[in-house]
């Protein structure tokens, strides 16, 4: 996972093929090898990392709330200045 910060605590997030967007100081958070959790899925959300019931990054089914907590899968620190966030934007990639 790779993170670009603006100093409003704002990231790109980068996981071989997710990218969520924004900015200019550049971190990078490898696979440390403890779980498995990259991705997860349903209707009601999707979240990124995780382990002891945080998730590196979460985001609500409506696209609009996330949430951002110190994970086991990149051993992150938490993404935005807060836990809690509001999504004001979403870019989405895809590669083929």
């Known amino acids: 996972m790779v993170i670009d910060r603006e100093?409003?605590?704002?990231?790109?997030?980068?996981?071989?093929s997710h990218i969520l967007e924004a900015s200019h100081v550049r971190e990078c958070f490898r696979w440390t090898g403890e779980n498995?959790?990259?991705?997860?899925?349903?209707l009601d959300c999707f979240a990124v990392g995780g382990g002891s019931g945080h998730f590196g990054l979460w985001v609500d089914e409506n696209?609009?709330?996330?949430?951002?907590?110190?994970?086991?899968t990149f051993n992150n620190c938490c993404l935005s200045e807060?836990?809690?966030?509001?999504?004001?934007?979403?870019?989405?990639?895809?590669?083929?």
Do not use: A, H, Q
């Open 82 to 96: 807060t836990d809690d966030f509001r999504i004001m934007e979403l870019e989405v990639w895809t590669f083929s």
């Open 7 to 16: 100093p409003e605590g704002i990231g790109n997030i980068i996981d071989n």
């Open 36 to 42: 498995s959790f990259f991705i997860k899925g349903d």
């Open 63 to 72: 696209l609009y709330l996330g949430r951002s907590s110190p994970c086991y």
